[in-house]
């Protein structure tokens, strides 16, 4: 009896440790729009090993889509521009950034019928763009630079999923929009401005609700994880994961390296500094944010200096091979 007693217990025992390090609950909800530099995170997703029992990806047709159900409480956390987490906070979402994904480096652009060779020629015209902070800001920054006022521009806000149907039915004469577009449409039109034109600027990160980061911490974890090591295969150009990407957002594998050439993606250790408690880096471009996003009328106050805004507590110790 005492024997059975023992085997009881350590049954007992190795249930409880065992719950310790299982995923309790509903997966993490976390949700990412088309934009090329978040694909490594959908790359993970895809890999035979991922457990989707412990993380759901929500794809979204937009920036917009993504910011509704994160402001909703529908997902968890999503892939969203720095700028776009700064104008939530100020409007009252709780959010905390755990990790940089990438610096846009001329994958969010300016485009124009060939017959428009200047930003001030844009005076008249009509310009499509998604109505998110992100488009706004780029639309500032064009508009200062061009010499004009928001007056003088015609708008058309449409979601980036219908981008290219704007262009090809002529219904604007300008577009703001990002990566990736079709191949025709690039090659017609004239980039008149990109995010090479304000470095350091355009940042992607991923946003976690700060109300929900204590129940989803395994997840948050578990997934960061699987995405480091998305990222360092795409980073070390793998055949494998460019070819794989490729497919992905269905376009040739000679473009969709010139695409991924337009912008940088964070690696684990990029991202241990940049979310470090000296993130000297990070308060530069939210100084830059600032003096373009006030003035704008996107942030109603700068944002309060410390607090939760970042954690680097989640990043992984170490990534597979």
């Known amino acids: 009896m005492k024997k059975l007693s023992l085997v009881l217990i350590i049954i007992c025992l190795g249930a409880v440790v065992a719950g310790c390090f299982s995923v309790p609950g509903a997966p993490m909800k ?52 720095y700028d776009e987490v700064l104008a939530l906070r100020d409007q009252g979402t709780p959010l905390t950034i755990v990790t940089v994904i990438d610096s846009s480096t001329g994958g969010d652009l300016l485009l124009a019928r060939p017959e428009i060779t200047s930003l001030s020629a844009l005076e008249g015209k009509r310009i499509g763009l998604e109505n998110t902070v992100l488009g706004q800001l780029m639309l500032s920054e064009i508009l200062q630079r061009a010499g004009l ?110 695409m991924l050439q337009q912008l940088h993606l964070h690696s684990l250790q990029s991202n241990r500094r940049l979310l470090s408690a000296d993130h000297s880096a990070l308060l530069e471009t939210q100084n830059k944010l600032t003096a373009i996003m006030l003035p704008a009328g996107l942030l109603k106050a700068p944002p309060a200096s410390g607090g939760d805004l970042t954690d680097d507590a989640y990043l992984p110790q170490e990534t597979t091979p």
Do not use: M
């Open 30 to 81: 976390v949700a990412l729009n088309p934009w090329i530099g978040y694909q490594a995170l959908t790359l993970a997703s895809r890999n035979v090993d991922f457990d989707a029992r412990q993380v759901e990806l929500i794809h979204t047709s937009s920036l917009s889509d993504s910011v509704r159900l994160l402001k909703s409480g529908e997902v968890d956390a999503a892939a969203l521009t």
């Open 149 to 258: 006022r928001k007056d003088q521009v015609s708008l058309s806000y449409e979601i980036v999923s219908k981008h290219p149907d704007l262009w090809r039915q002529h219904k604007v004469d300008a577009l703001i929009s990002y990566l990736p577009l079709p191949a025709e449409i690039l090659a017609e039109a004239n980039r008149l401005f990109d995010s090479a034109d304000i470095p350091n600027t355009i940042l992607d990160v991923l946003a976690v609700r700060s109300d929900r980061l204590d129940r989803i911490e395994p997840q948050l974890r578990y997934l960061l994880v699987q995405y480091f090591s998305s990222v360092k295969r795409l980073r070390s150009n793998s055949l494998d994961s460019l070819h794989r990407l490729a497919y992905l957002i269905d376009k040739p594998i000679a473009e969709t390296v010139v």
